[in-house]
């Protein structure tokens, strides 16, 4: 069974751009590792700059061999240069009932 994930990345200092390429970058590895659904992502910025990414793992078993998979190890790492994760409820967004963010449409 799936298991639909939000993330919340908050860039570092003059990493916006970068981060912003590798959350396109995201899905493009863990689809071609098989580890996601075809479900369509979602991403989407907060005011602060931080992108929310919410997309579907295939399982709880694709979750733990993305942490031993040497591709998405090494984009991982890339994310750890380039921003915080955050977790949802440190976005200021997340605590209205309706919270709002730009969205961001990635090809």
């Known amino acids: 069974m799936g298991r639909i994930v939000i993330a919340a990345f908050r860039p570092k200092a003059g990493q916006q751009d970068a981060l912003r390429s590798l959350v396109e970058r995201h899905r ?3 689809r071609a590792e098989q580890l996601v659904t075809d479900r369509p992502p979602c991403a989407m910025q907060a005011a602060d700059g931080t992108i929310i990414e ?7 078993d ?3 061999q993305a942490h031993r998979n040497v591709a998405v ?4 790492t890339e994310f750890d240069i380039h921003c915080d994760y955050l977790p949802l409820a440190d976005v200021a ?3 209205h ?3 709002e963010f730009d969205s961001l449409d990635f090809p």
């Open 28 to 30: 493009q590895v863990l």
């Open 54 to 60: 919410v997309f579907e793992w295939r399982s709880a």
């Open 62 to 64: 694709a979750i733990a």
């Open 73 to 76: 190890q090494a984009l991982w």
């Open 93 to 95: 967004e997340s605590r």
């Open 97 to 99: 009932p309706f919270a």
